[in-house]
Nanobody, 120 residues
């Protein structure tokens, strides 16, 4: 049974930082591209960042320069370091396991999400 479990969300003030984790079981993330999405109330789910292999990354323009996606294949975990957080980053953050390793193609494997709230 495949499970993706996100953690690390919470309440933070504008300008603060959070580090999200997505721990996978039932699949090996080492052979998959991985991604983070977010969904704010009333909005569609949007792709925030993805990682292919260990070093190829891509980001939404809204988070470029502030967020960093990374992975630890030994721990079967992907991370999202979020710095300089803004009120508009408030959302539920989800991770997704891609179908293949050489490009990001979303699969049906999703976590349950972790809430990030940026507020003073």
């Amino acid at each position: 049974q495949v499970q993706l479990v996100e953690s690390g969300g919470g309440l933070v003030q504008p300008g603060g930082s959070l580090r999200l984790s997505c721990a996978a079981s039932g699949i090996s993330i080492s052979i998959r591209a991985m991604a983070w999405y977010r969904q704010a109330p009333g909005n569609e789910r949007e792709l925030v960042a993805h990682i292919i292999g260990g070093t190829t990354t891509a980001y939404a323009d809204s988070v470029k320069g502030r967020f960093t996606i990374s992975r630890d294949n030994a721990k079967n975990t992907v991370f999202l370091q979020m710095n300089s957080l803004r009120v508009e980053d408030t959302a539920v953050y989800y991770c997704n396991a891609g179908r293949i390793s050489t490009s990001y193609d979303p699969s049906d494997y999703w976590g349950q999400g972790t809430q990030v709230t940026v507020s003073s």
